[in-house]
């Protein structure tokens, strides 16, 4: 038998207890796991429920149809550039925050604000401009309360339960925008209620696990930095730490592959299937209940299993082939039903992802004690494809003149593969 970079005797999984990778956390409390549950579907329903339906519902109401897959991928290619700069940025704020109600609670109440004035902004906007804008707002605003709430997790969960936790968070990052969809059927044609409505139950659910939340002051202020400490907070050297390199390019590229597809997803039932707006919006909503139970129940099995065999990397590369299979079943779908299937598949595939991802990262963190900026560079990589995404995914549909879903599709399910490659020289990490 031999023993892994923590000392670990392989295939065993580690005790309960303080993380010998950072600081000394203890099993969260039962209130603790539900409130950042909560959190974290409240955070992704007011975020995710904008990008899946009501932006595309707005886009269409004030675009021309000409110019309606131009505009939106405008709109979020900008709105991502925001979330890109602010994840890291808003991180680095939080882990030197000195406020007496902790380095987190400030900035998860203040994301969320901001995040809903964004959303009200492009909600009564008559424009293209106007409603980037708004995106630019609501994308920074919600990226500043995403790395304070990805943050907590590395402060409140030791290496024993991360697993578990990192499943339970990614059924309740794919319960958001089932339940994003549904609230769409019924606001589909009342724009502002569409926007607001999930917001403010977002708000709630955030302001729920702040009030739980075991959030300790910093005792003494930190050091005043220079420009160039600013400009750090970008940066981690691939060299000095190539297992945050390589496991930063694996969610990139997976990444990358979900938006590909996802921005384009009611646009593609309406061309593909020739639904109509409502049409669209209710299989849709039909499609990602599906995929929603999907991925709560693999994120569950997948985020237990890693923990009792003390392995990561095999989920993650059976994740990334699940989901690129799935890509190449839609590519094929020419009815509803093979929708739906194709829904299973990639539900299958992203749960078992999110099952083990976050408990991945954090155990390759270059800076346990200050988790959150790095935390937040390895959230570009999650931010940073949705820049490209939709120029890429614009541009691939165009191929030929037309509506060709089947050259994305299959390129997606390519850069999965490249996803599931890319995690295999992780070494600290089984």
């Known amino acids: 038998m031999t023993t892994d970079t923590l000392g670990r005797t392989n295939g065993t999984p580690p005790p309960d207890g303080p993380d010998t990778g950072g600081p000394a956390v203890k099993n969260p409390r039962p209130r603790l ?32 149809e000409s110019d309606q897959v131009t505009a939106l991928g405008i709109i979020t290619t900008t709105g991502s550039v925001a979330a890109m700069l602010a994840n890291p940025f808003f991180g680095r704020l939080s882990d030197r925050t000195t406020s007496r109600f902790g380095r987190r609670r400030p900035w998860l109440v203040l994301g969320m604000v901001g995040l809903l004035a964004g959303l009200m902004i492009i909600a009564t906007a008559d ?13 920074a605003s919600a990226n500043a309360a995403l790395a304070a709430f990805v943050a907590t997790v590395a402060d409140n969960v030791p290496e024993a339960r991360r697993g578990r936790i990192s499943g339970l968070l990614g059924i309740m990052q794919n319960l958001a925008p089932t339940a994003g969809t549904w609230i769409a059927r019924y606001f589909s044609d009342q724009i502002l209620l569409l926007f607001l409505v999930p917001s403010v139950v977002g708000i709630v659910l955030v302001l ?14 930190p050091a005043r930095e220079g420009f160039k400490a600013v400009l750090h907070t970008y940066w981690v050297s691939p ?22 597809f996802t921005t ?12 109509t707006a409502a049409e669209a919006t209710e299989t849709l909503a039909t499609g990602v209940l599906i995929y929603g139970l999907c991925v709560m129940g693999s994120a569950q099995a ?129």
């Not at 945050?244 to 694996?250: C, E, I």
């Not at 384009?264 to 639904?275: P, S, T």
């Not at 009792?308 to 059976?318: Q, S």
Request: hydrophobic fraction near 55%; glycine fraction near 10%.
């Open 239 to 260: 060299k000095e730490h190539p297992d945050f390199a390589w496991a930063f390019l694996s969610r990139f590229l997976l990444t990358l592959a979900n938006w590909m």
């Open 208 to 221: 729920g696990y702040v009030l739980v939340l075991p959030d300790q002051p910093l005792t003494e202020k």
């Open 127 to 139: 424009g293209v401009a106007v409603m980037t804008l708004g995106f630019v707002l609501a994308s």
């Open 302 to 430: 997948a985020g237990w299993l890693s923990d009792r065999l003390g392995r990561r990397k095999p989920f993650i590369a059976v994740a990334a082939v699940l989901f690129g299979a799935g890509m190449l079943v839609l590519s094929g779908s020419d009815t509803i039903a093979l929708f739906y299937c194709a829904e299973i598949v990639l539900g299958l595939g992203f749960g078992t992802y999110l099952g083990v991802d976050l408990a991945l990262v954090i155990d390759v963190l270059p800076d346990p004690e200050n988790p959150s900026k790095d935390l937040g560079i390895f959230n570009i990589a999650m931010s940073a494809p949705q820049i490209f995404a939709p120029a890429l995914g614009a541009l691939l549909i165009s191929v030929g003149g037309g509506h060709n879903y089947s050259i994305l599709l299959i390129a997606a399910s390519l850069v999965c593969l490249g996803g599931a490659l890319a995690i295999l020289p992780v070494r600290k990490v089984r």
């Open 264 to 275: 384009f997803r009611l646009i593609y039932l309406q061309h593909e299937m020739r639904l």
């Open 33 to 64: 796991v539900v409130g950042m549950a909560a959190g974290q579907l409240g955070l992704f329903l007011a975020l995710l429920t904008p990008i899946l339906v009501s932006l595309q519902l707005k886009v269409q109401s004030v675009v021309p």
